[in-house]
């Protein structure tokens, strides 16, 4: 670091010397801060499959049905299946670092304006599927993307997502994330999952069908399911709190 800051001093005519200089700086700085986000919000990640555990060991005393599921399935050290009633929310860490566009309102706020550092971002994914969709392998079947978090290295936050999800955490400036609000963000999300059931597809969509299809109905029949197939549902814009 001595020796780098020496160089910087001194008066560098030589290009080659020039851009070596600015690529340690680059290296030092921005390589180093997305490295420090990325570390942590794999912390933020396992505090928040933890609560979760946490979260179910409280339903379960009072939802004592054998029949509904509970339970997390993880899938590496970047992804879990949560396992709610005829649901599964898949939690992913993305494993790259973010920087908000040029374009995005936020950098006019006084925190993003401070230090361009706050504007990078790590990300948790949130993704809706049927249970059976997952435990049948129905490769076919479609989930909903319903939040991503955004993260930076000061831990403030953001959240773009269906419903609350999207409207109660918008303001990163602002947002500290802490435990009671991830365990609150998780509840969210269990809610927004468990308010839409399974509609029936138009009749127009399920008109055709192969003699393959027909031969593996007894096991798995391959159509497409999914929660909101074919309709809007009023009940798609009912926010949760």
Do not use: C
Not at 112 to 139: C, D, P, V, W
């Amino acid at each position: 670091m001595y020796k780098y800051d020496a160089m910087k001093k001194k008066e560098i005519k030589d290009p080659i010397q020039a851009n070596r200089l600015q690529l340690i700086d680059l290296l030092l700085h921005k390589s180093s801060l997305k490295q420090d986000i990325a570390d942590d919000l794999e912390k933020v990640f396992d505090q928040l499959r933890t609560l979760i555990d946490l979260e179910f060991k409280a339903i379960k005393e009072v939802v004592t049905d054998e029949r509904v599921r509970l339970y997390i399935k993880d899938r590496g050290d970047h992804e879990f299946h949560v396992y709610i009633g005829s649901d599964v929310l898949v939690f992913n860490l993305h494993h790259n670092v973010f920087r908000l566009p040029d374009s995005n309102p936020l950098w006019g706020t006084a925190y993003f304006k401070s230090n361009e550092n706050n504007g990078y971002f790590g990300t948790i994914h949130i993704y809706n599927f049927l249970a059976e969709s997952m435990q049948q392998n129905r490769l076919d079947d479609m989930g909903n993307l319903i939040a991503r978090i955004f993260v930076n290295h000061e831990r403030h936050f953001f959240i773009e997502g269906k419903g609350s999800l999207g409207h109660t955490f918008n303001d990163p400036q602002n947002m500290l994330l802490s435990e009671q609000l991830l365990q609150l963000i998780a509840q969210m999300a269990f809610a927004y999952a468990l308010q839409f059931d399974l509609y029936i597809p138009p009749f127009e969509y399920m008109d055709d069908i192969s003699v393959g299809q027909i031969f593996m109905m007894g096991e798995q029949l391959k159509l497409k399911t999914a929660k909101r197939l074919g309709f809007k549902m009023s009940s798609d814009d009912t926010e949760i709190s």
